[in-house]
């Protein structure tokens, strides 16, 4: 059997992750139902889009559990967390490449799927125990 290139790597581990929002926003949707009523609505509003800056989901305890936004230069991400609220999976475009970073539960960076440039060749990136990297959030 062949192996799976770089790419095909990036979109099984992207697909995977956006099902998992997907069932993540699904499961918590049902619970709990906000209604916001904005004072004063743009001409164009149209009542089946939702538009905010930061949508955070949380578990009945109110831990964030998902958090999704767009960081002050503008790049859009998802960060995920464990049940004890630690950072586990990111999906950005820092700096206008595309990624996906799995990290151990010390938040050590263990799997990268990416770009090297926003159109260049995709890198995928394994680190053991030995070589996990230090992980900074993209999310000021």
């Known amino acids: 059997m062949e192996r799976m290139t770089t790419q095909t790597k990036i979109i ?3 697909a995977a992750v956006l099902a998992v929002v997907d069932i993540a926003v699904r499961a ?7 209604v916001v009523h ?3 609505a743009p001409a164009n509003t149209n009542a089946s889009v939702l538009t905010v800056r930061q949508l955070r989901i949380v578990d009945e305890s109110g831990e964030v559990k998902l958090d ?3 960081n002050s230069q503008g790049n859009p991400g998802i960060l995920m967390f464990d049940s004890s609220g630690t950072e586990r999976l990111q999906l950005d475009t820092f700096q206008d ?4 970073i799995l990290m151990d539960s010390n938040e050590n960076r263990r799997v990268y799927f990416g770009m090297e440039s926003g159109s260049g060749d995709g890198t995928y990136q394994n ?3 030995d070589n996990a990297v230090t992980h900074d959030r993209n999310d000021d």
Do not use: G, N, Q
């Open 12 to 14: 099984v581990a992207t």
């Open 28 to 34: 918590f949707l049902p619970t709990r139902t906000v």
């Open 38 to 40: 904005e004072t004063t």
């Open 68 to 70: 999704m936004k767009v």
């Open 97 to 100: 490449i595309p990624s996906l």
């Open 127 to 129: 680190y053991d125990e």
